[in-house]
């Protein structure tokens, strides 16, 4: 099974705190989608596209439930990727470990060397990440663009810096998001608006996204007091 960069950049929003259980990892699900938490935000990432990897030795993949690993070691996995633009090579794949209590993931540069990393997974099992997603949609669409609601996010944060308890509240409309908190050192109010785009259409749900809404409930990322956290 193979994993893109885009696969291994979920690991941004996982979790830094040992104590919160799997939360603290990257799930790698058995279709080969990748996702991580940090109780308050998710982020997943569809299976890699069938592209041709040159052999790295036998590969694996994850069982039914899907498997969790430390961040650290997927940002480890990301770091060994060659800087190459060749889209075949800016993928890892899982290899079978000698140790097979480890999860192993190997690149491979155009000159054919080989670089490998391994870890034991984590024994916790992943809260349901799909009732997240499931629940978390409303009726009004809107589209912006991406570059420019960065910025307006980077700016925001300078007028009023998050000490880890500010909100950023959201006004959605069908002619963009007004976005709105308050800096505590100032007590200003901070106002800004992200204009809707046109596009060609809306972004339907592939394949793998329709599997979401397939999926039963089980043991849901629940929202609590400080956000989102996993099911004792």
């Known amino acids: 099974m193979l994993l893109s960069k885009a696969n291994l950049a979920v690991s941004a929003v996982a979790s830094s705190n040992v104590y919160d259980g799997p939360l603290n990892g990257v799930l790698i699900d058995a279709d080969g989608a990748t996702v991580a938490s940090n109780g308050r935000v998710v982020m997943a990432v569809g299976p890699a596209r ?3 990897f040159p052999d790295v030795g036998p590969t694996t993949k ?17 770091g060994i990727i060659p800087k190459d633009k060749r889209v075949s090579l800016q993928h890892v794949a899982m290899t079978q470990a000698r140790d ?3 999860v192993e993931l190997t690149t491979i540069d155009k000159s054919g060397r080989e670089r490998r990393v391994a870890d034991r997974p984590r024994r916790e099992r992943y809260p ?10 409303g009726a009004l669409k809107v589209a912006l663009a991406r570059g420019d609601l960065l910025a307006l996010l980077k ?3 300078r007028a009023a810096p998050d000490d880890g308890t500010s909100p950023l509240f959201l ?3 069908p002619g963009g998001v007004i976005l709105r908190t308050s800096s ?16 060609d259409g809306w ?11 397939d999926r039963p409930a089980s043991s849901k990322i629940a929202p609590k007091k400080k956000g989102l956290d996993n099911d004792k």
Do not use: C, M, N, Y
Not at 203 to 213: N, V
């Open 128 to 137: 349901d990440w799909r009732s997240v997603i499931k629940t978390a949609g």
């Open 62 to 78: 994850p069982p039914a439930g899907g498997l969790v690993v430390r961040p650290e070691f997927i940002d480890e996995a990301d």
């Open 100 to 102: 097979q209590g480890k």
């Open 184 to 199: 505590k050192t100032t007590g200003q109010r901070v106002i800004g608006v992200a204009q809707a785009i046109r596009t």
């Open 155 to 157: 700016a925001i944060e």
């Open 171 to 173: 006004d959605v409309g």
């Open 50 to 52: 069938e592209i041709h």
């Open 203 to 213: 972004l339907g749900k592939d394949a793998w996204e329709e599997s979401i809404d």
